[in-house]
């Protein structure tokens, strides 16, 4: 059954305190009896059996085991030969205290492979009565006298029926009574299998061994038939043989009959009193009560020693709950899936200390959660962050504010139309809604488009513009305008509430939002033959507010079409209807110029003189006068084309729209313009002005971040320690290693569930407050289900790591190295 072939192991091996603990043992032992190895406390009996177990290595030599080598072999190859062959009782018990005494038996059974629960409940209960410990079965082991777990104990190594048991010292913690109680189940079991025991009772061993190995210094100095004695001279402790006892006397008094037995003279003054049938006895303060309840046993007889009949009459047969046909053979306990319920069910069982411990999960998590929305809010860089401009738009630079540069761009291939400028207009939004809010402006920036390049899929609400004076608003427009709060004054907080709305520019007919787009550009829709006097009208606005960024030099305002003394300078179609042409004729071509008749009689004024302002750096000659139906109306007024010459002429660079932008920066530079597509330079920009600031905070994120980790993985290592023996004894009762770490992956996962879950709801619930309340928070905090997703999963694969890492390092020993590490 079990063969050892030149065995040899040291402990401390090529160091000064070098022991040759196993020294060349071969030894051939049989299927069944007992075997038991004698020897002096230290010699290496303990090292024997645990490497005949498969729990510890040798350096040299061969173990087999029903046939297969167990020695230089993988774990798990091992687990699964002594899984299938031995069942193991140590000295110290190892049982999973915290667990009751039925799960604690019933495991074995689940590894090796017993899934069915009525067999398992049989098979478990039979086991129990037979150690007499099945009244405890529902209770922890570790509410366990010493007796009842070594009972539990070796419940749990015969409930599989092995082939071989080995027991170290099983009643070394036992008093005498319990230890022959053990020792006869033992000496039964022995009947058909191997029971391989260790133990220093020399008298035990010689009345139920058929076999004696005794070893001195790790080597077999005597390997011997045991000759049995027929008996066994063993005082029980808690029995006193009544006839034995030297004092023996009787009183008898007024009816009341007394038997003394003392080993010795008594001293005891002992007061009896009787009183309505009631027995009441002072000793004097010391006195033990022997009833149904106590160990103790009073004998009417002499003592004698025990003979064999004892264990021939113990009654357990195993047989009677074996299912037919079965073949021990491991299989996990821990599942992939089971684990995770495993896991949440021994986190409801945490002590509520550590439970409050969870609370530092929480909390780490809560920083994590900070930590990553931050990150991803500045990395995860959003088109409305950055883009001022139609993404169709590629800027040329013309800084000779050359028309025929405005010509030569509008001409080129793949180029829809060109635009003076950024492209970027600023509507004034009239909040007069209510009397009180009458004084109220807000302000509406976009990028102007033409409508022409409106796609009707993109329409999010309201309608296709029909009208010169209707416009579409895009959606990344009205979020900005919501950005500024103004329009909250009116309750303007919805895109839809813009449908029909007014909004302005100086001198010019309002215009009406009558759709909103969703293009994902900031652009607001305008038909094209307005875009001359939208510009005129913008760049004259004092207050205008130009586009920023690297454009702010391209804006030239210097020159505004007003003279020095504030006179507007326009575009006569807008105001033909109320004028009227005095003397001369209305102006046709470009820089002719018509002013109020009542400068007709100035001389610097006389037709054909030439006045100032300059448009598009010309001045302008005057062809007439005008009389006009409004009141105090003095402005110049030129031809459409000459206002659309002085727009180019107020701009360094010109915005040219193209379907295809990037293919229209080729074209361009094919005819020697350089071209430059604002989506792509926005962004850098935006990328390159938020970068400093972006590496401050990317670090303080990831210390942040870092520290929440350290600390799950302080909580997690600190916890593990104390769990070191857990590990031991599950190793050690043969759980092989991937089901300690899918056991305690369960733990972590259960755990990162519910805290995790916590820290980021608490957090979440703050931050989506915090980042409503201002878009600046919103650019730095991306606080969505995917960052808290993303902190979830960081934070998982975190603990699992840190939580999975001490486990592994401890696995690396064996279950016997392990052990004894967590003993001391
Ligand atoms: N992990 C270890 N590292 C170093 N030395 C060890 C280790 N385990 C045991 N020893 C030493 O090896 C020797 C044999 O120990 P072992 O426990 O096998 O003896 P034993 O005969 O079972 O003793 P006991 O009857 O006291 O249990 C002892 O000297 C012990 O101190």
Partial sequence: ?????????????????????????????????????????????????????????????????????????????????????????????????????????????????????????????????????????????????????????????????????????????????????????????????????????????????????????????????????????????????????????????????????????????????????????????????????????????????????????????????????????????????????????????????????LIGFVIAAIFAFYAVSHIVGILDVQRGDFMKTDEHYVTVANPGKSAALAKKAAATKGAAYVIPGASTVTFTVPMDDYYQTASLNGQLQGSMVSQEFLDKDRLYAGEMPEKSHQIVVDKMVLKSFFAQKTGSAIGLTKYRQFLGRRVTLPGLKAYTVVGISDCGSPSIFVRKSQFTDILAAASSEAAQENYDGDLRSGGDLSETGTDESGTQVRNYDLAKGSLKIKSGHKPEKNYEVIVNSSHSEEDKMKIGKTITPKMNGRKLTVVGYYTSAKEGEDAYYVTKNTVAL????????????????????????????????????????????????????????GVILLISLIEIYLMLRSSFLSRIREVGTLRAIGLKKRDIYRKFAGEIIAITVITATAGIGVMYYMMYHLVSFSAYYKSLYTVSPVTAGITFLLILVFNLLAGLLPVAMVMRKTPAQILARSDI
Avoid: W
Avoid at 674 to 685: C, K, L
């Fill in 1 to 357: 059954m079990i063969r050892l072939e030149k065995v040899n192991k040291y402990f401390n091996r090529h160091k000064a305190n070098q022991i040759h603990v196993i020294d060349n043992t071969s030894l051939e032992l049989p299927e069944s009896g007992i075997v038991t190895l004698l020897g002096a406390s230290g010699s290496g009996k303990t090292t024997l059996l645990n490497a005949i177990g498969g729990l510890d290595r040798v350096n040299s030599g061969s173990i087999f085991v029903d046939g297969q080598r167990i020695t230089r072999r993988r774990s798990g190859k091992i687990d699964t030969i002594r899984n299938a062959n031995i069942g193991y009782i140590f000295q110290t018990f190892n049982l999973m205290d915290d667990q009751t005494v039925f799960d604690n038996v019933a495991v074995a059974l689940r590894m090796v492979g017993i899934r069915n629960r009525e067999v398992i409940r049989k098979r478990v209960h039979y086991c129990l009565e037979a150690v007499g410990i099945y009244a405890q079965r529902n209770k922890n082991a570790g509410a366990l006298s010493g007796g009842q777990r070594q009972r539990v104990a070796i419940a749990r190594a015969i409930v599989k029926n092995p082939k071989i048991i080995i027991a170290d010292e099983p009643t070394g913690n036992l008093d005498s009574s319990n230890t022959l109680d053990i020792m006869n189940l033992i000496k039964k079991l022995s009947g058909d299998r191997l029971v391989l025991l260790v133990t220093h009772e020399e008298n035990i061993a010689e009345f139920y061994s058929d076999r004696i190995i005794r070893i001195r210094d790790g080597r077999v100095i005597s390997d011997e038939k045991n000759e049995r004695k027929s008996t066994l001279d063993y005082q029980l402790e808690n029995r006193i043989y009544l006839k034995d006892m030297p004092v023996q006397d009787h009183l008898n008094s007024r009816g009341l009959s007394v038997d003394v037995y003392a080993d010795r003279p008594v001293q005891s003054a002992i007061k009896l009193a009787v009183r309505g049938g009631n027995l009441f006895i002072d000793t004097g303060g010391q006195f033990s009560v022997i009833d149904e309840t106590s160990d103790m046993e009073l004998i009417d007889d002499h003592y004698s020693a025990i003979d064999q009949s004892v264990f021939e009459s113990s009654a357990f047969d195993y047989s009677a709950c074996l299912p037919e046909n079965f073949r021990a053979r491991y299989r996990s306990v821990y599942t992939p899936l089971n684990c995770i319920g495993k896991g949440f069910a021994s986190i409801r069982k945490f002590r509520t200390l550590k439970k409050l411990l």
């Fill in 646 to 701: 002085d727009n180019i002429h107020r701009q360094k660079k010109l915005s040219v729209y193209s379907e295809d932008p990037e293919t229209l920066v080729e074209n361009l530079a094919a005819k020697g313009l350089t071209g430059t597509v604002n989506f792509n330079r926005e962004r850098e920009a935006y990328v390159k002005s938020v970068h400093d600031a972006l590496k401050t905070s990317l670090i303080m994120s």
